[in-house]
């Protein structure tokens, strides 16, 4: 059975889409574990146990769950226990790990993610790496839990191998900057090129949603330049397409840049459009298309923007 199921496994690996194979890789866990939800995808981990993800495949995880676990104090025990013992498929009970943490003792029943089992490779902390973590509620007595970690440790390790074989054949580790995300904005798959282009432009962005304003950006337009980036994407099967690549320098009209350059002087509406002899309200639309080309949130951002160029 098992031979089987690693067959499907690796074939799927092969030829189907991202979010197919995500699902196809979930229901064979399925077959050997009692599991209700799981995450697979790249992230970053620190010493603490504290993780960066970079691209995610959640299965019956809401955005609402991975947002609120992302918020609670302290590291997660699942992710800890797994990093002191990397390479090897884990098992954590993870609400008696909650003992001295009542948000997480509420978030545990709230999910019911009483059980989680995960395997994270050896990698040196800092390194990006693969990563699977899925789920069960309460075992009923008798659960031999030996035989369930063996069932996981036959799956796992291949799940996210076929992954990485999946990812790179539709992403790449190198070339073209390509996102794959769900609807709600969590990426599905990124390649390198694409993560390196989003951390520059946005510094203090926390994946794996994409940024906020790129994010806003798209519900106008599905071709937009955004500070240094110009973003083409398209939906497939439900799925949001990104290609990235760098400007060489955000296009300020002329008037645009007298504008920028009077606000980041300290000037107010009323002493722009008197100088510039325009309206409040061109004004107000001149500052507004400024702040989208260079990506900006305020006058600071603004300043440091215009100094670059």
């Known amino acids: 059975m098992i031979e089987r199921m690693l067959f499907d496994l690796y074939s799927g690996a092969r030829d189907l889409s991202l979010a197919e194979f995500g699902e196809l890789g979930f229901g064979i866990v399925r077959n050997v574990l009692p599991i209700h939800s799981g995450m697979f995808g790249q992230g970053t ?14 299965h019956a995880v809401p955005a609402e769950r991975l947002l609120e676990r992302t918020i609670l104090s302290g590291s997660d025990p699942a992710i800890s226990n797994s990093l002191a013992h990397a390479g090897q498929t884990v098992h954590t009970p993870t609400l008696l790990h909650a003992r001295d943490n009542a948000d997480l003792g509420r978030y545990v029943r709230r999910y019911d993610v009483w059980n989680a089992f995960t395997l994270i490779p050896g990698v040196p902390v800092g390194t990006p790496t693969d990563g699977v973590t899925v789920w069960t509620g309460k075992m009923k007595r008798g659960t031999k839990m030996a035989d369930l970690i063996g069932s996981a440790h036959q799956v796992l390790p291949h799940l996210l191998l076929a992954n990485s074989i999946n990812r790179r054949l539709h992403t790449g580790e190198t070339g073209p900057a390509c996102i794959v995300a769900a609807p709600d904005g969590v990426l ?85 459009a008197r100088e510039c002899g325009v309206s409040l309200s061109t004004v107000r639309n001149q500052l507004h298309a400024v702040y989208t080309k260079l990506g900006v949130r305020n006058k600071t951002e603004l300043a440091k923007a215009l100094a670059a160029q």
């Open 188 to 272: 599905l798959s990124a390649s390198p090129a694409a993560l390196a282009l989003l951390s520059a432009e946005w510094p203090d962005w926390n994946p794996p949603h994409l940024p906020k304003p790129l994010t806003a950006a798209l519900q106008a337009s599905r071709h937009l330049e955004i500070g240094r980036l110009s973003v083409f994407a398209s939906m497939s099967n439900r799925l949001l397409l990104l290609r990235l690549t760098r400007r060489t320098a955000p296009s300020l009209s002329p008037a645009e840049q007298r504008v920028a350059a009077m606000a980041v002087a300290g000037a107010v509406y009323k002493e722009i």
């Open 45 to 58: 981990y620190d010493a603490r146990g504290y993780v960066t993800i970079h691209t995610l495949h959640r």
